[in-house]
């Protein structure tokens, strides 16, 4: 007898309520929507004493063979091209292996083809066969790409003509969304390839997806150019420096007023068009081109090698390509709309650090702190107004400090400090059969088959009394230091990476709104003491080698760690010589604080150092913040005879320093 089945669907349905309700797990209830010959079990099972009810009850079922499905995972249907003659186009463009911009990479193109799939791959920026206002808008805006440092030759914008073809309106419109997304990554800091430069530059780039950038200038209208500049940053100090740009190109050089022109084709030698009147009284051309020997007069209206000539020098002038075409570009810059001239020496300095603007977050917090790594300087921020700046100390060339922001999380009193693997594994095999607690004045820390070295808190403490930590990838983090007259020595690159900071306790008043400077200092002496932040502080590594400073004086900064010359050289700016990269200070990788193992047959040092000089005698390591090797403290001149803090408990400025500004 067959059963029908609807009434075994019924069967299988009863049983897997029951089972789930049983508890079966999901596994075994998988294992029930399977076929009798699916159902995992002995290889020897006979089934005729099988106890599955279905195998036993049903012996004479067969099922039928179940419709095809996709499997998981599987793509979506590929999109079908839209009746629509112009959506057909910008379909089929996308299936061309052209490139729309050169620079633009795979991922920006697949976010502009979701754009305009999302779209039914209708057309942005044109409308019966012209430019829209926001089009018009954001060519402007790619025109004048030098008023932020950027390179207006980096976007080219297509040319339209008078009466385009769907091919040439779907080419036109989507190579000006390319030209406007590369615009915008460039903007956030996506033009230069950090790592090239530094592995120790590592900013989190908050770089614009295209499709963002495109539905951002769809929603603006006729501002999508003011939506497109928003992309650049907005942050006081980046604005002063471009205001100095703009200061130090001065005026346009040619035109001595705007030429706006009626829209029209891009115009070369041969063609007639009524505009070329205008631009002849513009220039200063005769009205129509002069008779020779072997021809008569010609007309106005002709585009001839003298208008040609008359529009390359002005396109020269104005750093656009001197071709001599009449495109869309040059009818922007006619009109005034912004300059693309070439830099200079003194512009490439300023345009340098424009860039490293665009490395810092676009918010940099109402609270944050900055310091200026090339500067030796700290600067504090309260509401986005600098409220006081303290010296630092920052890495030597060959352990530079690393470019980046990072969170304040808390501040530890009393740090204790462990000697880093880089060093430690030197001394592990020394230490393994050493039966003492202490040695040297730091304490023997053993955890199972694995050994530490802690330099216990006091004044002589590597850390010194007090750290602020900012958890990051490269272990660094800023604090406090027994070499205090190191910060009277002008250029300050003592330190292994870490940012060592004058007199930490007015910094941790600044950062610990329920801790007092006094209060601070009661606990010196009293054991290792964590204190977190009510909210989390942006830090923030930034290199600044020119900057316009809150008096308005522009000031210059020697290249500490020479990343100027491979900056230019990536920007196409003048000064950026190959020889320049090739002397930059080989770099080793640095690594996270980890716990310290005990290596392998490490090579020993058989030295044993006195107290408070253990650090500077050990070997230096890559990941390690030490105190600072005896050739610095020769370079500044110290006299390291005393202690330069009182008694643990007891505070002792250090000697000689200048009077603090402001609040902390």
Known sequence: MRVPRSSLMALAALLTGTLASNGVCGAEMAALDRTPSEVPGPATADPAKSSDPVSTSLPDYKPEAPA??????????????????????????????????????????????????????????????????????????????????????????????????????????????????????????????????????????????????????????????????????????????????????????????????????????????????????????????????DRAPGEPEDYDAGVAEAVTQFQRGRGLPATGVLNVQTVLALADVGRAQRPNGGEADLIVNMERWRWLPGDLGADYILVNVPEYRLRAYRGGRLRDEARVIVGKPESRTPLFSGLMEYAVVNPSWYVPPSILKTMAPKLAGYGGKTWGGYEVVRHGGHISLRQPPGERNALGFIKFMFPNQHAVYLHDTPNRSLFSASKRDFSHGCVRVDDPFRLADAVLPDWSEERLKKLIGKGERTIRLPEKLPVHLAYFTAYVDDHGAYRTLPDLYGYDAPMRAALGLPGGGGAAIARLPDEAPRRKAEPAAAPAKPRIVQR??????????WPPGRDDDLETPRRHLRRAARADSAPEYGEPGLWTPAPQQPAPRGWW
Not at 608 to 617: K, V
């Open 608 to 617: 044993r150092a006195p107290h408070h000089r253990f650090a500077d005698e």
């Open 68 to 293: 095809a499905e996709p499997a998981p995972g599987a793509a979506a249907a590929a999109p079908v091209a839209p009746a629509d003659p112009l959506g057909a186009a910008v379909f089929a463009r996308f299936g061309d292996t052209a490139p729309l911009l050169l620079r633009l990479t795979t991922k920006d193109r697949d976010a502009i083809r979701s754009f305009y799939e999302a779209r039914a791959f209708k057309p942005l920026w044109v409308v019966d066969g012209a430019w829209t206002e926001a089009a018009k808008d954001v060519v402007a805006r790619l025109a004048a790409a030098a008023d932020d440092g950027l390179d207006a030759r980096a976007y080219p914008v297509p040319s339209l003509a008078t009466k385009p073809d769907e091919k040439a309106v779907a080419e036109a419109d989507l190579r000006l969304s390319a030209a406007a997304v590369l615009y915008a990554r460039d903007a956030r800091g996506g033009r230069v390839n950090l790592a090239a430069i530094s592995r120790l530059i590592t900013p989190r780039l908050d770089l614009p997806a295209g499709n963002d950038v495109l539905g951002k200038l769809s929603e603006a209208g006729a501002k999508a150019g003011d939506a497109l500049q928003a992309y650049n940053p907005a942050s006081p100090g980046y604005l002063a420096l471009k205001a100095r740009l703009a200061a130090l190109r001065g005026p346009a050089p040619t035109a001595v007023k705007p030429l706006r022109l009626p829209p029209g084709p891009a115009l070369r030698i041969g063609m007639h068009d009524a505009r070329v009147p205008l631009l002849r009284a513009h220039f200063g051309l005769d009205a129509r081109p002069a008779a020779t020997l």
